[in-house]
C-alpha cells in the first residue's frame, strides 16, 4: 500500500453534468475525509467517515454534493449538475484514529482537479 | 470561533538563505499541531507534528516551534532549497476533533 489514492486526477466537465471521485485511502485507516481547495487557499473540510458511517457534513456539502464509503474502504464524491463554482481541487485523506486520539496523522492523496467549463 | 491564521501569505528568498513562517490560532482545546508542505498541484504531506507539552520539534532543515500559552507556532526552514518552493500549511486540532486549516503561507525559492 503506497499510500491515498485518488483518481481521476484530472476531469473537464461542461456544466450542468454530473462528474464522480474514487478515493482509496491506505488500507488500515478508519477515518477518511473529503476537502476542497482552491487557488491560493487552504483546504476547507467538506465531509468526514469513520469506517463506513458518514459522521460530519459541512455547510459547504450542498444537495447536489454526495459523498459514500459503502464497505468502509474506497468513497466516492459525487457532484451532481456541476456548477462553474465547483471548479476546484478535491482532496481525499486518511487517518487511523485510535481510542481517545481522534485526531491522528491524516495522510493526503495527490487530488482530483475539477475543471467546470 | 475556532480559527487558524497564517502569516506572510507569500514570501519569496534566495536560495540558501533561513525563513520563518507563522501560524496564530486560537483552536479550543487545543490538542495538536501540524504544519504540512504542499507543492503545486499535488497533496500536502506531514513535516511536524506538536502537541501542548512539546515547544520545538525539527525534522531535518525544518524547524517548528510552539508556544501554547500566547497560541503561535513558526516553522523555521534552514538553508532553503528550489525544491523547498511549496505552500506551507498549519493545521490546528481540537480535543473534540475539529480540525482548522489555515490558509497557507506560498514560499518560493530563487536562486
Known amino acids: 500500500d503506497t499510500g491515498v489514492s485518488q483518481n481521476p486526477r484530472h476531469k473537464i466537465t461542461k456544466r450542468g453534468q454530473n462528474v464522480t471521485f474514487r478515493c482509496d485511502p491506505i488500507s488500515e485507516h478508519n477515518r477518511l475525509y473529503w476537502y476542497r481547495q482552491t487557488l491560493g487557499q487552504g483546504p476547507e473540510f467538506l465531509t468526514y467517515f469513520q469506517n463506513e458511517a458518514q459522521l460530519e457534513k459541512s455547510r459547504l456539502l450542498s444537495d447536489r454534493f454526495s459523498a459514500e464509503r459503502p464497505k468502509g474502504s474506497f468513497s466516492t464524491l459525487e457532484i451532481q449538475r456541476t456548477e462553474q463554482g465547483d471548479s476546484a481541487m478535491y482532496l481525499c485523506?486518511?487517518?487511523?484514529?485510535?481510542?481517545?486520539?481522534?485526531?491522528?496523522?491524516?495522510?493526503f492523496g495527490e487530488g482530483s482537479r475539477l475543471t467546470v467549463l | 470561533k475556532n480559527q487558524v491564521e497564517q502569516s506572510p501569505q507569500s514570501l519569496i528568498i534566495l536560495e540558501g538563505k533561513n525563513c520563518t513562517l507563522q501560524?496564530?490560532?486560537?483552536?479550543?482545546?487545543?490538542?495538536?499541531l501540524r504544519w504540512y508542505k504542499q507543492d503545486t498541484g499535488r497533496g500536502p504531506v506531514s513535516l511536524t507534528i506538536m502537541t501542548f507539552s512539546e515547544n520545538t520539534k525539527s525534522n531535518g532543515r525544518y524547524t517548528a516551534t510552539l508556544d501554547a500559552d500566547t497560541k503561535q507556532s513558526s516553522l523555521h526552514i534552514t538553508a532553503s532549497q528550489l525544491s523547498d518552493s511549496a505552500s506551507y500549511i498549519c493545521?490546528?486540532?481540537?480535543?473534540?476533533?475539529?480540525?482548522?486549516f489555515g490558509a497557507g503561507t506560498r514560499l518560493t525559492v530563487k536562486p
Open positions: 501560524c496564530n490560532y486560537t483552536v479550543s482545546p487545543f490538542s495538536n
Open positions: 485523506a486518511s487517518s487511523l484514529a485510535r481510542g481517545t486520539d481522534v485526531t491522528g496523522e491524516l495522510f
Open positions: 493545521v490546528v486540532s481540537a480535543r473534540n476533533n475539529d480540525m482548522r
